[in-house]
């Protein structure tokens, strides 16, 4: 599916971000505003410019501020999962499909 990718690569907010985040995590809705939000940057990386239409569980949508309840246009960011997985280090642990990993690397420009 296409939200594959979009629901579980944090397992925990950073520690600076947690305290002001609200509980409870993803809100319901977040499915749908990722795939809007990466529907309208046609299924390509922000960062690198990969297009993932092919295999768009590999795309997800990165909320900037680290707060998952926080779904405003200016803390969403569309990056692909390796993009997402170096945004910083409280991503670095964050699990790839090798599959994924392996697409990205192929059809990757950089």
């Known amino acids: 599916s296409e939200n594959d990718g979009n629901l579980t690569v944090m397992r925990h907010l950073p520690k600076t971000l947690a305290e002001n985040a609200k509980p409870g995590g993803y809100t319901p809705d977040f499915p749908e505003i990722s795939r809007r939000l990466r529907e309208q940057y046609n299924w390509k990386c922000t ?27 200016r803390n969403l960011r569309v990056l692909c999962a390796l993009c997402h997985r170096n945004v910083d280090e409280h991503h ?5 499909k090798p599959d994924i990993v392996r697409y990205i690397e192929l059809n990757r420009d950089r």
Do not use: A
């Open 47 to 73: 960062e690198c410019g990969i297009d993932m239409s092919d295999k768009k569980e590999g795309l997800h949508t990165h909320h900037l501020n680290g707060v998952k309840s926080d779904n405003s246009i």
């Open 92 to 96: 670095r642990g964050m699990h790839v």
